[in-house]
């Protein structure tokens, strides 16, 4: 089981398919990569205004504190102990109070209003990766492993989340109180002013250097990390195989392994952090000092007072701190920008295979009759798989399909059956010749359209979690329980589900662990005729039935085709060549080529490939 390590190729990130910004040239890892995030924040504009609002409000109030104390000490407490005195000093523990009361409030509602935001605009930027994800064709799914998904749509949108909702608000209130503090020793003391700027930029030329590094090794920890999920998730879906195989500790050891990879990558990540915190601590401390110092020489020489000298002190805390806090915020913006490179390379990748320009209407025309009879016709079709562009899965096959006809695919394995039905439900689009139905070439048709006319029975019947109910009801949402329960008991599922603990609303497990191959097959051969769609496909639909199921399956599948008789066309691949004698054609292909084609006594009375099958297995 070889890992693959799959990210999308680096470069720039377009504009996606709905407009949204992208990450652009020469932003990749920096936090300005973080303007991909404007259309999710656009809808909520007043939401925004409010926090933003209650940000200033609350630094304003943070800034009015020192004032507030520089008057305590000064008017405060100089008194001689007196009633007016007491009173005065009242007045001025009561007006400090008043300011800490406005400060928590404002703090508060600031605190509340980001974190909805956050919450808010993370899931939404959820849901569109997600949607955009589902769009994406096989070919995408064959090159991303969905460990790399799950990982993007989880960790890394956890950290924009932590952005949005703390970060970026820590990182507005900051700067205005930063802002704010410098503009206050401006108006006190001019000269502490200009050398706290200088000492300002001394503090931040270095940490754009240094962050320079922090970036780069966040997202190398970020990608690390999501190789170590994508092992995870590939494993944990087939731990019975790795069980059969006793390859436990091999796993084990491999993920160990991505994990000590992911482990040392975030060390570096986190020394290069360390070392921007350590210099901005550093470099703080020495500014606050400095300031001490000049306003205690001032005091003894009686150019200010001890009140003016704690305003001072304060403002140049509230710079120090606000600088510090900028460096850190600085530092998740790094690690944010990172993620939601990640996430926009996903939101700006569109699928392979689309919808055409306009399509509407059942077949993309605009008039056409969804209730009409479909043909189908593969015309000269040839196809080659992206992953394997060296050998043709398809060769010049030519193929027509009557409305009401049966048609069966039999042939070796490999030999292209499974990718006709992956083009008839234009999964991939074809190299050469076309595929059309109901007259119309398949790239005209809206998928949806397209593959709501399609019911498919694969041969690995997939279950989900939920209730067998909801299980069989997936075809068709709006079905009521008795059009559910007449599919099942066609699909001869309904004795197994009605002995189910809760019969059809019993939870199947996930992937349907709680039933036999044989019943997870049965229920997907439910769903695909509770879809009653015009076009059948049935891959191997009872190769995983007992022989009293297989015959009891057999039987119902023809009584379902025989009620659109004239109507459906049904396409079944079979090895076992008895479940298709009665196909009103076999089609027999090898190496992607077709070469024979008839009824079963037309096809055994050749003798050529079909005939030596039969031989095989039913003289067996």
């Not at 890394?156 to 949005?164: G, H, N, P």
């Not at 030519?398 to 070796?412: F, I, Q």
């Not at 992956?422 to 010749?433: C, E, H, I, M, P």
Request: aromatic fraction near 6%; include cysteine; glycine fraction near 10%.
């Amino acid at each position: 089981m070889a890992h693959r390590s799959t990210h999308p190729a680096g470069g720039a990130i377009p504009i996606d398919g709905a407009g949204n910004a992208a990450a652009e040239p020469g932003a990749r890892g920096q936090p300005r990569a973080l303007r991909a995030l404007l259309p999710f924040l656009r809808p909520y504009r007043w939401p925004i205004a409010a926090a933003l609002a209650l940000l200033v409000l609350a630094a304003l109030a943070t800034l009015a504190f020192p004032m507030a104390l520089r008057q305590l000490i000064d008017q405060g407490l100089p008194g001689s102990g007196g009633a007016a005195d007491s009173g005065a000093l009242r007045r001025q523990f009561a007006l400090l109070f008043g300011v800490a009361v406005a400060v928590g409030v404002f703090s508060a509602g600031r605190y509340y209003a980001m974190s909805w935001l956050g919450e808010r605009v993370t899931a939404d930027l959820r849901s569109r990766v997600y949607a955009q994800v589902l769009r994406q064709s096989p070919a995408f799914f064959e090159t991303t492993q969905t460990g790399e998904v799950l990982s993007r749509l989880t960790a890394d949108a956890t950290l924009v989340q932590t952005v949005i909702g703390s970060s970026f608000s820590m990182g507005l209130r900051n700067a205005v109180l930063g802002a704010g503090a410098l503009v206050m020793l401006v108006w006190t003391n001019p000269l502490v002013m200009l050398v706290a700027l200088a000492a300002v930029l001394v503090v931040v030329l270095p940490t754009l250097w240094i962050g320079r590094s922090v970036r780069r090794l966040s997202r190398a920890s970020q990608d690390r990390v999501a190789d170590a999920s994508a092992i995870a998730a590939e494993v944990l879906a087939a731990v019975p195989v790795v069980q059969g195989f006793t390859a436990e500790g091999r796993e084990a050891a491999r993920f160990a392994s991505a994990a000590e990879t992911a482990f040392r990558t975030a060390v570096r990540r986190s020394g290069a952090r360390a070392l921007l915190v350590a210099f901005i601590i550093i470099a703080n401390a020495a500014l606050l000092l400095w300031g001490l110092y000049r306003g205690a020489e001032a005091v003894l020489a009686g150019q200010m007072s001890a009140g003016s000298l704690g305003q001072t002190v304060v403002y140049a805390l509230f710079l120090a701190g606000a600088v510090a806090v900028l460096g850190e915020v600085y530092g998740d913006l790094l690690r944010a920008a990172g993620a939601m490179e990640r996430l926009m390379e996903l939101l700006a990748t569109e699928p392979d295979i689309r919808s055409p320009e306009g399509a509407s209407g059942a077949t993309g025309q605009p008039g056409a009759a969804s209730d009409a009879p479909l043909a189908l016709a593969f015309e000269g079709v040839t196809f080659h798989y992206p992953s394997r562009p060296e050998r043709a899965a398809l060769s010049d096959f030519t193929l027509r399909v009557a409305p009401g006809e049966t048609v069966a695919l039999v042939g070796a394995s490999g030999a292209g059956k499974s990718t006709v039905f992956q083009l008839l439900q234009r999964f991939y689009d074809v190299g050469a010749g076309r595929i059309a139905l109901g007259g119309h070439d398949l790239r005209q048709w809206g998928l949806h359209a397209l593959r709501g006319c399609i019911a498919t029975v694969p041969q690995d019947a997939v279950i989900f979690s939920s209730s067998a109910l909801d299980n069989i009801r997936y075809a068709r949402p709006g079905a009521s329980r008795e059009e559910v329960i007449a599919a099942a008991r066609a699909a001869f599922a309904h004795d197994f589900i009605e002995a189910l603990p809760e019969g059809y609303d019993t939870f199947l497990g996930e992937r349907g662990v709680r039933l036999s191959g044989g019943q997870r097959q049965r229920i997907a051969i439910a769903r695909a005729l509770l879809k009653d769609a015009p076009v059948l496909l049935l891959d191997e639909a009872t190769s995983a039935l007992d022989a009293h199921s297989e015959r009891a399956v057999q039987q119902a599948l023809d009584a379902a085709l025989a009620q659109r008789a004239g109507s459906r066309i049904t396409l079944v691949i079979a090895h076992r060549l008895a479940t298709v004698q009665h196909a009103d054609r076999i089609v027999v292909l090898e190496q992607g080529r077709m070469v024979e084609e008839g009824s079963h006594a037309e096809l055994v009375a050749r003798g050529g490939v079909y005939a030596r099958l039969a031989r095989l297995q039913f003289d067996a």
